[in-house]
């Protein structure tokens, strides 16, 4: 059966989601239904991560398997004619190898955490920030974002809710910088435990606000406790910006992390 | 009578324009109308540019007079509740001088131009590009703005609608960058012609396309005939970006040239 890769952008407003659920309309469930709508086959389509409710993404990996081979560009065009009445758009399609897995296969993944600074809420991009009014410090989470980068126990920065049967994760990006009344989070690792980001966004914005130091950021990553770690900030200012497949240096496949990703 | 500056943030969309007219809600409209809403006087807000239908805003400035002077932080969030259903937001209201005016005071305006240049439509920031399925080569583009950069008679570049009666203007700024997908034109004079911003980026699409050479571009300026350059890029892509009111080197406030600036 040939396996497509999907490279896709949502905006995940008016969603529950990505995972198809019994309550509402889901990214997932509105792929599976274009591509049914194309070939007729309903099939799984699979996700590098599981985004919640709210959260939008830029480059969302997937993949499907149909009885018989399709054009990419007949792939993409006719799942994007399908998908029309939804903010969700098929920006690549490729063949990929039986053993390829969007999820499984997944070496590295970013996304990106948006504030919006300033007393006046966003009118353009209302949905992709979270507006928060009292002045933070960037400078100051940039700093204590450091302190969370590297090979360490999250449990304090993961929803009570996560799968994960290991808190342990290798943060390798955590970078903060303001662009006039934006600041942006870039975080990046080979996988997320669940609102791992968002709790992340929530805690450095504690430090910006100059009500958490440093120290007491360090103390809560010591404390391994979700009770010790700052808020889960709101889905919307999350986008799922790429997923790599890349075997970088020092990586390999059987790495022993889990790859349950569910921001 | 207190001055007011403001700096305004919005959503063209589902607007007729800047301007306040019988056929609909305008930008200037709604927010005269929120100012009546806040202190009861029925004012004119003058903005710096007049935006067209579906041209958005992140830095237009417009200036209002009203009996009674009120803190500047009062006017602000007054005015942004009273626009609350409509996507318009004042970012900053500033005591203003009697003298100051946002339109005739203005000595560098600033707009920035977005094209998503890929075969998928964007799914986010739907209403905020010019979509341009086919592959352009931005630094084509970039090559042939150079020719339109400095002072030039601009009357190819004008709609024929325009008012102004020279077409003679100073361009400062004419960049082309690509970032991935997206292709971005920033543009920046004291001030602009009808429709001028639009009619560059129809232009140089052309060129990002190969069907013009950077020598079209110089006989379509050379013409200072409308129908020789480009077509109008459509609205959504563009953005009215910064107003400066600061007089830099060589510029003085008497400068001959016009500042209608109808975008």
Chains 1, 2 share one sequence.
Not at 20 to 48: K, P, W, Y
Not at 138 to 149: N, Q, R
Not at 197 to 223: H, K, M, N
Not at 224 to 237: C, N, S
Request: hydrophobic share 40%; aromatic share 8%; glycine share 8%.
């Amino acid at each position: 059966m040939p396996r497509y890769k999907l490279t896709i952008e949502y905006d995940g407003e008016p969603f529950v989601g990505w995972q198809r659920q019994h309550n509402g309309l889901s990214i997932q469930g509105a792929l599976e239904d274009a591509v049914f709508a194309f070939c007729g086959e309903r099939v799984s389509v699979i996700g590098a991560g599981r985004t919640d409710a709210g959260v939008h993404a830029r480059g969302q990996v997937a993949h499907f398997d149909i009885t018989h081979e399709k054009p990419t560009d007949t792939v993409r065009s006719a799942l994007n004619f399908h998908l029309k009445p939804h903010p969700i758009v098929v920006v690549q399609a490729e063949p990929a190898p039986a053993n390829f897995h969007a999820r499984f296969s997944a070496t590295w993944r970013r996304y990106r955490y948006r504030i919006i600074n300033r007393r006046a809420p966003p009118a353009l991009d209302r949905g992709q920030f979270w507006h928060v009014p009292v002045p933070l410090d960037a400078a100051a989470m940039a700093d204590a974002a450091s302190v969370l980068v590297g090979h360490h126990d999250f449990n304090s920065f993961r929803s009570t809710a996560c799968q994960s049967p290991s808190a342990i994760k290798t943060l390798d990006l955590l970078e903060v910088s303001r662009n006039g009344n934006e600041i942006t989070i870039d975080v990046g690792a080979r996988s997320f435990l669940h609102n791992q980001v968002r709790i992340l966004a929530g805690t450095l914005q504690f430090v910006g606000r100059g009500q958490w130091s440093r120290r007491d950021v360090e103390e809560a990553l010591a404390a391994r406790d979700r009770t010790r770690a700052g808020p889960t900030a709101p889905p919307q200012g999350l986008c799922f910006m790429e997923v790599r497949y890349d075997l970088g240096p020092g990586r390999h496949r059987n790495d022993a992390e889990e790859t349950i990703d569910d921001q």
